[in-house]
């Protein structure tokens, strides 16, 4: 069979961006189906994962310390299973009122180089998205703006995605959403931002392994999409943990 993540396909050894990490005192089947994630990804030739938690106002366990906590969990687990996978540990950061905070205190959790994943409100601009973008950038951090295809007011407003790159943020699709878990115009708007050479990364979005069949499903039957994935130049490579022992 094909997969999406096989070299034949797009040559993406890293995964970037999913939700599966356990939470403190999850549902067991949770940590199960977790483990299956990882485990669908070694088959799929991933040799390297990062887990993205929402650290947002809305969700106060996750803080700093309790998502690498629960990542020291899930590690073990990880041994145990004999699953092959490096798992990393990052955060998906929302952009309100107490990110300013976190950059402050330098409490982030970042790619290699200082790079930071961000998510934008889904309907709406957040006013301070300009202020919260120079601190990153001042503290020496690469923003990366997540999803972009998601939001209404972000994907098809050439100016603010033009003047966001030309400040030196990095955009990311999830797959998830070219694979139509979000509608046909969310697909049709990912597909665009394809074709424009807008995106930097990509990852699947992924919560389950049923949501990974989906992105192989829909994605591998479009030749299109294929075309389009695979003349897009990500640059996951940076964050591939066999690239970086290598130097």
């Known amino acids: 069979m094909n ?9 993406i050894d890293t995964e970037i961006h999913c939700h599966i990490l356990p939470t403190v005192g999850c549902d067991p089947e949770f940590t199960n189906q977790a483990l299956g994630v990882l485990k669908t990804f070694q088959y799929y030739g991933v040799n390297t994962v990062y887990v993205t938690p929402h650290v947002r106002l809305t969700r106060p366990s996750n803080t700093h310390k309790s998502i690498l906590e629960r990542a020291e969990v ?8 004999k ?9 998906e950061y929302y952009v309100d009122e107490g990110l300013s905070s976190l950059i402050d205190n330098e409490l982030l959790l970042t790619y290699p180089q200082s790079h930071v994943l961000i998510e934008l409100p889904m309907r709406f601009k957040p006013d301070n998205l300009d202020e919260i973008i120079k601190k990153l950038l001042a503290k020496g951090y690469t923003p990366i703006i997540a999803h972009p295809e998601l939001h209404h007011y972000l994907r098809y ?3 603010m995605i033009v003047d966001l790159k030309n400040q030196g943020c990095l955009f990311q699709l999830n797959l998830i959403n070219m694979a139509g878990y979000f509608g046909e115009d969310v697909v049709a708007a990912a597909e665009n931002l394809l074709r424009s050479k ?3 990364l990509v990852g699947t979005g992924a919560h389950s392994r049923e949501q990974l069949r989906l992105i192989n499903e829909q994605i591998l039957q479009n030749k299109n999409f294929i075309i389009l994935l695979r003349n897009t130049n990500f640059k ?3 964050f591939s943990k066999s690239e970086q022992n290598e130097r």
């Open 3 to 11: 997969y999406l993540f096989s070299r034949n396909k797009i040559n």
């Open 74 to 81: 899930f590690k073990k687990q990880i041994t145990e299973n």
């Open 83 to 91: 699953i092959k996978i490096k798992l990393e540990v990052v955060a």
């Open 157 to 159: 407003d050439w100016k």
């Open 198 to 200: 807008i995106y930097d």
């Open 236 to 238: 996951n490579k940076m």
